[in-house]
């Protein structure tokens, strides 16, 4: 099959959507009135981002997801993405699965995919994402304001958590393996989310190096600081029950937290939990900030959506992020965010 | 130094036509009034489109080029261009000099870079290029019509030659090395000549895998043929005069051409030949059809540009190509263009 067929086979659907889509030198497309566009690129590379023996499906699905995670952190409505792919075979029963994965997520968001490019090389994975923002409600990151609620979307560290598991570093019982494995495979991009924040968040970013690592970058544009509450950083809970000491049950969205620095998970050191908590990648949720007077509001974003939205924290003046434990002292903290050249 | 230092060191200057530019989670930018958004991604990979020792400068013009060439085959105006790059090691003086070379080329079109990628792996480069242009005046590849005539841009083969040499297949003399490698490295993309045939020609896409399997496209998408005639095909005087039996010069840019099918240059087999100059890659030149009622108009086009503009057949109904010798007789024409997956 030559590269043609093989961009008409797998890679070529309906796009009513588009001016132009596939199969031209490049794609036409029409903002809509009223909105600018918003664009963002992520490439993933085998070795890097994920393991050579990926489920293709789920990969196809991640190389969307983390693409729509920056629409999402941008309050965009994403609509079109190429996709340029290097393959070292040409290998159908991959492609297809591959495809597959990639436009089911498509769908669901109602992206079209307008072009991109095929060749040969290390497997490595390029998504452009296109969506639209009314630019004046475009949530940036240097909007920040000292007073701002700090809030996260979803729980943090599963992902983190499933990657060590898969790298033999911790051995996670079966529930929580199934949990976190799922989290790294198949993040749900906060679309959805990042469309209800419009009105009311200052700032936000989506979390892919880990919250420090991204919750550092709102602050370093926004020229504030911020003060976090390590034990209300939101923790799934299937992780939760699996303290050593275990804590009472959640007594609602507002405060979602186990006492964490307490006591570790069964086998697992403080140390390595502090560092999914808080330097973790590829959560892929939403980190914002919101002035406190629309504190209520979005607990009912977050009920409407069924997704928890927790405060984790508060900006102050400054720059730099604090971590406190319960009592209000400093957290000592040795990890920041993944950086691909350090 | 960190990713984000890299990026911010040389990938970000200044943006002045965009409205957030690098360091959020997308970029945002405004279609300008009347014109609707031209989208295209093309990848380079190390090993497959460039040498490992490449020089990176070069290759900077090249990953830029290439997608120009995209944009001038459209129709449209360049204006914007995310770069994803994967990198085996960090390497400044190669960041510095790919940089430049990259920016170089994106100032002399006015392109601004708005966002990307860095991330660790085998050397891949993924440029997404956004232009604009009005709907009704993109040069697509679906407008060919019988009775138009099919030009090309420029010269034939010149980067093919070049790559031949580098793989040690020919040995070209040092003018013509130099012609031909200048050819391969740094394409000057067709930018000015899109936009100044988007009121004459009715299809257009640029010369890429080479020029049969390109003009494919267009006859397949306008679902008509075409006659080209070999003798016509336009050669770079440096190569001409290399010609083992030389012949009469140029008697104007309408018959620019040598009777190659009567012998080779120096050295150089006849197919070998027909093969650079039907079936060679990475010439970006551009490939268009047009009403022979604009013929005057078009080499008045290629003055003004001071870019050669010739005829080199015409389209016909029914489907594929002939290629014909100086007598009208068809050519036995054995290879077709460049696939990854061939």
Known sequence: MSEFDLIRRHFTRATPNTLLGV???????????????????????????????????????????????????????????????????????????????????????????????TTRGPLNLCVTILGEVPQKLALR??????????????????????????????????????????????????????????????????ISDGLLSDLGHILERSQVGAEIDFSMLPVAEVLRKNLTHPTPPLSGREHPTPPLTRGGWEGLEVSFIQHCLLSGGDDYELCFTAPAIHHAEILGIGEQLNLPLTRIGKIIAGQGCVVQDATGNPLNIESTGYDHFR
Request: aromatic content about 6%.
């Open 23 to 117: 199969g031209d030198d490049a794609a036409l497309l029409q903002v809509s009135e009223g909105n600018v566009l918003a664009v963002s690129s992520d490439m993933l590379v085998c070795g890097t981002h994920f393991f050579a023996d990926a489920d293709p499906y789920l990969l196809g699905h991640k190389t969307l997801a983390v693409n729509l995670s920056d629409m999402a952190a941008m309050g965009a409505n994403p609509r079109w993405a190429t996709l340029a792919l290097s393959l070292p075979t040409q290998d159908e029963v991959w492609l297809e699965a591959f495809s597959a994965g990639f436009f089911s997520l498509a769908q669901q968001h109602g992206v079209e995919l307008i072009g991109g490019d």
């Open 141 to 206: 990151r240097d909007g920040a304001q000292v007073g701002d609620e700090v809030w996260v979307s979803g729980t943090l560290g599963d992902a983190a958590l499933g990657l060590a598991h898969l790298q033999g570093k911790i051995d996670l019982p079966e529930d929580t393996r199934i949990h976190c494995l799922s989290a790294l495979h198949q993040p749900a991009p906060r679309v959805a989310l990042g469309l209800a924040l419009r009105d009311v968040a200052t700032s936000a970013i989506d």
